[in-house]
């Protein structure tokens, strides 16, 4: 059973950081995509990155440019570094893996961009 556990959202003024970290309870080596989406209040969950084994990376066009995610395979732990943030980027983030026909989730993280 693959668990995702997410840490790093909060609270953070418009034009803020933050990093959000998803670390895996099994090793990821063996996923080849690793994503994030976020879900914010009255919406549908939207996809908002991806990074692949071989470190290529997607991002939705409402935070390419801003988002930077990464994935270090040693600590079992993938990354969003969110920069420049805006109140529009205020949600609940879910990282997201699949193995097969299994599809894991993280908890969620609760990010607001609020002054």
């Known amino acids: 059973q693959v668990q995702l556990v997410e840490s790093g959202g909060g609270l953070v003024q418009p034009g803020g950081s933050l990093r959000l970290s998803c670390t895996a309870s099994?090793?990821?080596?063996?996923?080849?995509?690793l994503a994030w989406y976020r879900q914010a209040p009255g919406k549908q969950r939207e996809w908002v990155a991806t990074?692949?084994?071989?470190?290529?990376?997607n991002y939705a066009d409402s935070v390419k440019g801003r988002f930077t995610t990464s994935r270090d395979d040693v600590k079992n732990a993938f990354y969003l570094q969110m920069n420049s943030l805006k109140p529009e980027d205020t949600a609940v983030y879910y990282c997201?893996?699949?193995?097969?026909?299994?599809?894991?989730w993280g908890q969620g993280t609760q990010v607001t961009v609020s002054s």
């Open positions: 099994v090793n990821i080596f063996s996923f080849n995509a």
């Open positions: 997201n893996t699949a193995r097969g026909i299994d599809n894991y």
């Open positions: 990074i692949t084994s071989s470190r290529n990376t």
